[in-house]
């Protein structure tokens, strides 16, 4: 199967790293033999049709943009070649979106999933922002256009979230979800209360290690959240609703004194995304600490309420480079399997 | 003699062609023959006819007029250097004019609605034949010559609505033919009919696909019963070798039929089979000539009673840009089906394949297909068929070529394999794939890619080809 992968981060990286790995045992055990033709960055592209080779995916993990993009490789670098114009001209099953997540209009992803659409490719995406603001509009254009989308790298990262809720209870019926679904936002939210730090501190400390972006409103703010939540509702509930129809309260005001009131009650307070009733709504809530969902650190958990099984919850890790690289694995393992139907 | 003369896009490139070309035509007219002239477009017009549509049908407005203004300046120049008098000069410049003036009308039309069907795509490429035949057309004219211009629909070639790859209703188009140009062609007007379009029967433009200008000839020979279809060329003939491969190539000075048709993987310098059809049936001859050496007569392709029996090996091609797949599967052994799935899948995926090979162990199927597809081809093929028990792999290899030995002869001739594959194995190449069909016309078989020369060369020596 090959493979356009449109951005080089971190995810980028991890996903070439993933198809790199084992590749013989993914043909050997899927039937399965990914190959990457194309790498789109910012600034360039490289492209080799027949799949550019593990030993040469490793050589342009090694370049750094912009002194040294991978544009500038000599065997296959095509510097300032457009994304579009790589998902237009470079014959491939899928496309991988990895680019950085925009939440005001969704480019350049969005733009770079309709041109795969319209080309005839598959979409396997990572990026949260074409999804929370046009994820029913999406999905119509890539039944319309007779290809896949998938995304579960978007919610959960490599615990799969989604897939759980689609697959493993189907026929049940899911009457509603609670999770805490975003990493930074529970880390600031279990550091405070543990080492007796205000939101600020731990906020700053949370940057300092890593865990928190330099702009940390799209986490702090419950965007993040809301986005995984909006993806949920129209994936698993089939709800058409975007990104303006969650009602969204950020974990800002949350103070020290708070925490501490619902510790004395045995409970404590988590950024908790949620649908219920048909109403999408994320908010810090208090509950009981030994609630399975109450998870520390930067776990992610969510519990999906169903009609027969009743509560089942799902602890992860919900980011990470390699984690959401083994969802997009995941992803194309699962288009592979769709796809080998159609084409016999 | 009656003769159909076919000038194809070199020979009618530049205004000084076009009068070499003329006086050709008009020097075998006076020597009391009939001559049909059919004409393609000057040399890369048909291709930037097609990207400029398909440019056109993506609303892209700015090109048409540079692309047309080209076009109008190649074939003015052609005109001005074709065309002395100055009266057919400026007789051919204003249908030039007025041909290209629909051109930019057309160009226009299909930028607006944003689509080129194949209808559409066949009327803007007919431009290209219909602003060459008139500047041969006034050339002719210049020397003298008595001469009548038809575009393939004037002249009555009626084929059906299959855009892009119509096929002639061949009965009814001899019919037409007859009738409209017949009468003009006996009393020795020359009539240049432009090559590749033709029209539906309402009138529709069409074009022939493969084959092109050449199967308009041979369709106008077979209808005006010509004694032989001449198709001048920039080569002088058919070729034992690709005299780049091998210098001491010989000209081919006679082939049969289905030699000819054998042999159209040379590409552009031979015919494709297509166009043979409608002179095999009426054992019209078509020799291949170069003019840019007149002189020589060129190759002769006839019916197989009159080529005079030679060596078992007439010739030996190296086909490159090719790639092998090979599919592997112990499971494949004794299923029925196997072969059947991997072609239904390709062929569902619109994947050519050139030439197939499998043993009688039945656990291998190797194909040769063109190297730009191969990357789709591999994709599919592992898509559909891998993890499910019956292919356990899919591979490649890019760097290989095909060598094509052909020869009537070599049909029950005892000992040729032997002699070519011993040849292949003293150059110290190792031979990759091998196939022949039962018709034993043609043994095919891939070496790596350079190697090809080198075995081409060999098999040439041996069967003593530049000797003939």
Same mark, same amino acid.
């Given at each position: 199967?090959?493979?356009?992968?449109?951005?080089?981060?971190?995810?980028?990286?991890? %996903?070439?790293?993933?198809?790199?790995?084992?590749?013989?045992?993914?043909?050997?055990?899927?039937?399965?033999?990914?190959?990457?033709?194309?790498?789109?960055?910012?600034?360039?592209?490289?492209?080799?049709?027949?799949?550019?080779?593990?030993?040469?995916?490793?050589?342009?993990?090694?370049?750094?943009?912009?002194?040294?993009? !991978?544009?500038?490789?000599?065997?296959?670098?095509?510097?300032?070649?457009?994304?579009?114009?790589?998902?237009?001209?470079?014959?491939?099953?899928?496309?991988?979106?990895?680019?950085?997540?925009?939440?005001?209009?969704?480019?350049?992803?969005?733009?770079?999933?309709?041109? @795969?659409?319209?080309?005839?490719?598959?979409?396997?995406? #990572?990026?949260?922002?074409?999804?929370?603001?046009?994820?029913?509009?999406?999905?119509?254009?890539?039944?319309?256009?007779?290809?896949?989308?998938? &995304?579960?790298?978007?919610?959960?990262?490599?615990?799969?979230?989604?897939?759980?809720?689609?697959?493993?209870?189907?026929?049940?019926?899911?009457?509603?979800?609670?999770?805490?679904?975003?990493?930074?936002?529970?880390?600031?939210?279990?550091?405070?209360?543990?080492?007796?730090?205000?939101?600020?501190?731990?906020?700053?400390?949370?940057?300092?290690?890593?865990? @928190?972006?330099?702009?940390?409103?799209?986490?702090?703010?419950?965007?993040?959240?809301?986005?995984? %939540?909006?993806?949920?509702?129209?994936?698993?509930?089939?709800?058409?609703?975007?990104?303006?129809?969650?009602?969204?309260?950020?974990?800002?005001?949350?103070?020290?004194?708070?925490?501490?009131?619902?510790?004395?009650?045995?409970? #404590?307070?988590?950024?908790?995304?949620? !649908?219920?009733?048909?109403?999408?709504?994320?908010?810090?809530?208090?509950?009981?600490?030994?609630?399975?969902?109450?998870?520390?650190?930067?776990?992610?958990?969510?519990?999906?309420?169903?009609?027969?099984?009743?509560?089942?919850?799902?602890?992860?890790?919900?980011?990470?480079?390699?984690?959401?690289?083994?969802?997009?694995?995941?992803?194309?393992?699962?288009?592979?399997?769709?796809?080998?139907?159609?084409?016999? | 003699?009656?003769?159909?003369?076919?000038?194809?896009?070199?020979?009618?490139?530049?205004?000084?062609?076009?009068?070499?070309?003329?006086?050709?035509?008009?020097?075998?007219?006076?020597?009391?023959?009939?001559?049909?002239?059919?004409?393609?477009?000057?040399?890369?017009?048909?291709?930037?006819?097609?990207?400029?549509?398909?440019?056109?049908?993506?609303?892209?407005?700015?090109?048409?007029?540079?692309?047309?203004?080209?076009?109008?300046?190649?074939?003015?120049?052609?005109?001005?250097?074709?065309?002395?008098?100055?009266?057919?000069?400026?007789?051919?410049?204003?249908?030039?004019?007025? #041909?290209?003036?629909?051109?930019?009308?057309?160009?226009?039309?299909?930028?607006? %609605?944003?689509?080129?069907?194949?209808?559409?795509?066949?009327?803007?490429?007919?431009?290209?034949?219909?602003?060459?035949?008139?500047?041969?057309?006034?050339?002719?004219?210049?020397?003298?010559?008595?001469?009548?211009?038809?575009?393939?629909?004037?002249?009555?070639?009626?084929?059906?609505?299959?855009?892009?790859?119509?096929?002639?209703?061949?009965?009814?188009?001899?019919?037409?033919?007859?009738?409209?140009?017949?009468?003009?062609?006996?009393?020795?007007?020359?009539?240049?009919?432009?090559? &590749?379009?033709?029209?539906?029967?309402?009138?529709? %433009?069409?074009?022939?696909?493969?084959?092109?200008?050449?199967?308009?000839?041979?369709?106008?020979?077979?209808?005006?019963?010509?004694?032989?279809?001449?198709?001048?060329?920039?080569?002088?003939?058919?070729?034992?070798?690709?005299?780049?491969?091998?210098?001491?190539?010989?000209?081919?000075?006679?082939?049969?039929?289905?030699?000819?048709?054998?042999?159209?993987?040379?590409?552009?310098?031979?015919?494709?089979?297509?166009?043979?059809?409608?002179?095999?049936?009426?054992?019209?001859?078509?020799?291949?000539?170069?003019?840019?050496?007149?002189?020589?007569?060129?190759?002769?392709?006839?019916?197989?009673?009159?080529?005079?029996?030679?060596?078992?090996?007439?010739?030996?091609?190296?086909?490159?840009?090719?790639?092998?797949?090979?599919?592997?599967?112990?499971?494949?052994?004794?299923?029925?089906?196997?072969?059947?799935?991997?072609?239904?899948?390709?062929?569902?995926?619109?994947?050519?394949?050139?030439?197939?090979?499998?043993?009688?162990?039945?656990?291998?199927?190797?194909?040769?297909?063109?190297?730009?597809?191969?990357?789709?081809?591999?994709?599919?093929?592992? !898509?559909?068929?891998?993890?499910?028990?019956?292919?356990?792999?899919?591979?490649?290899?890019?760097?290989?070529?095909?060598?094509?030995?052909?020869?009537?002869?070599?049909?029950?001739?005892?000992?040729?394999?032997?002699?070519?594959?011993?040849?292949?194995?003293?150059?110290?190449?190792?031979?990759?794939?091998?196939?022949?069909?039962?018709?034993?016309?043609? !043994?095919?078989?891939?070496?790596?890619?350079?190697?090809?020369?080198?075995?081409?060369?060999?098999?040439?020596?041996?069967?003593?080809?530049?000797?003939?």
């Amino acid at each position: 199967m090959r493979i356009i992968l449109v951005g080089y981060g971190v995810v980028g990286k991890g %996903v070439t790293t993933i198809i790199a790995r084992r590749y013989l045992e993914k043909v050997k055990d899927y039937g399965f033999s990914p190959k990457i033709v194309a790498i789109a960055d910012i600034d360039g592209a490289v492209i080799n049709p027949r799949g550019l080779s593990p030993e040469k995916l490793e050589e342009l993990k090694q370049r750094r943009a912009p002194t040294n993009p !991978i544009s500038a490789d000599p065997d296959f670098g095509h510097p300032g070649m457009s994304a579009l114009d790589v998902i237009e001209s470079v014959e491939a099953e899928v496309v991988v979106e990895v680019t950085p997540v925009n939440i005001k209009n969704a480019e350049p992803a969005l733009s770079h999933i309709t041109k @795969a659409f319209k080309t005839g490719k598959h979409v396997v995406t #990572t990026n949260k922002g074409p999804l929370a603001l046009a994820m029913p509009a999406l999905t119509e254009l890539a039944e319309y256009n007779n290809v896949y989308l998938r &995304f579960s790298g978007t919610v959960g990262g490599g615990t799969p979230m989604l897939e759980f809720a689609k697959r493993c209870l189907a026929g049940d019926k899911i009457l509603g979800i609670r999770g805490i679904l975003n990493g930074t936002t529970n880390y600031i939210l279990t550091e405070m209360p543990q080492n007796r730090v205000t939101f600020q501190e731990a906020l700053t400390n949370a940057q300092k290690l890593g865990y @928190a972006e330099r702009e940390p409103s799209m986490d702090i703010d419950g965007f993040d959240t809301a986005c995984k %939540v909006v993806i949920l509702a129209n994936w698993v509930m089939n709800q058409k609703i975007t990104l303006r129809d969650v009602d969204r309260t950020g974990i800002r005001d949350v103070s020290l004194q708070e925490l501490d009131e619902a510790a004395k009650k045995g409970n #404590t307070i988590k950024l908790i995304g949620s !649908i219920e009733n048909g109403k999408a709504t994320v908010k810090p809530m208090e509950i009981p600490k030994n609630n399975p969902l109450c998870v520390s650190g930067v776990l992610n958990a969510i519990t999906f309420f169903t009609e027969y099984a009743g509560e089942e919850t799902l602890i992860g890790r919900g980011a990470g480079s390699m984690e959401t690289a083994s969802a997009v694995l995941r992803d194309l393992l699962d288009i592979r399997h769709k796809l080998a139907n159609r084409l016999t | 003699m009656k003769t159909v003369m076919k000038f194809g896009g070199t020979s009618v490139a530049t205004g000084e062609n076009i009068r070499h070309v003329a006086r050709l035509v008009t020097q075998h007219a006076k020597e009391d023959c009939r001559v049909a002239v059919v004409v393609s477009a000057l040399a890369g017009v048909t291709n930037s006819l097609f990207e400029i549509a398909c440019q056109a049908k993506k609303s892209d407005t700015k090109h048409i007029e540079t692309v047309t203004q080209e076009l109008r300046q190649k074939h003015l120049e052609a005109i001005s250097t074709a065309i002395k008098s100055e009266s057919i000069q400026k007789e051919v410049t204003e249908i030039t004019e007025k #041909t290209i003036c629909e051109l930019e009308k057309v160009l226009t039309g299909v930028c607006y %609605v944003g689509e080129l069907t194949p209808k559409s795509k066949d009327y803007v490429v007919s431009f290209g034949e219909r602003l060459s035949a008139p500047i041969v057309w006034g050339a002719i004219k210049d020397y003298e010559g008595e001469t009548q211009c038809f575009t393939g629909k004037e002249a009555g070639i009626v084929t059906d609505s299959n855009f892009g790859e119509a096929e002639p209703l061949m009965n009814y188009t001899t019919h037409l033919i007859r009738e409209r140009i017949g009468p003009l062609f006996e009393k020795g007007v020359i009539p240049v009919v432009t090559g &590749f379009i033709a029209a539906n029967q309402d009138g529709i %433009v069409t074009t022939v696909g493969r084959g092109g200008s050449d199967y308009t000839a041979t369709i106008l020979g077979a209808a005006l019963e010509v004694d032989e279809v001449w198709i001048w060329t920039d080569v002088d003939g058919i070729m034992t070798a690709d005299p780049k491969v091998i210098p001491s190539a010989k000209m081919l000075p006679e082939l049969s039929y289905q030699e000819a048709a054998e042999m159209a993987i040379f590409g552009a310098k031979a015919m494709h089979p297509r166009a043979l059809k409608p002179i095999i049936e009426a054992k019209i001859p078509v020799r291949i000539r170069s003019t840019l050496h007149p002189e020589n007569p060129g190759t002769i392709i006839t019916d197989a009673q009159s080529v005079k029996s030679t060596g078992a090996v007439k010739a030996v091609a190296l086909i490159k840009d090719v790639a092998m797949v090979n599919v592997n599967g112990a499971n494949m052994v004794g299923a029925p089906g196997s072969y059947a799935k991997v072609f239904e899948v390709l062929g569902k995926n619109n994947i050519n394949i050139m030439m197939v090979s499998t043993a009688v162990s039945e656990a291998n199927i190797s194909m040769v297909i063109r190297r730009n597809i191969v990357g789709r081809a591999l994709s599919t093929l592992e !898509i559909a068929l891998l993890g499910r028990g019956l292919v356990s792999e899919v591979t490649s290899e890019d760097d290989v070529a095909v060598v094509a030995v052909m020869g009537a002869n070599m049909k029950g001739t005892l000992g040729i394999a032997s002699k070519i594959f011993a040849t292949v194995a003293n150059a110290g190449i190792n031979v990759r794939m091998i196939a022949q069909g039962s018709s034993e016309l043609n !043994i095919s078989f891939v070496v790596k890619e350079k190697d090809g020369a080198a075995v081409v060369k060999a098999i040439h020596e041996e069967f003593k080809l530049d000797k003939i």
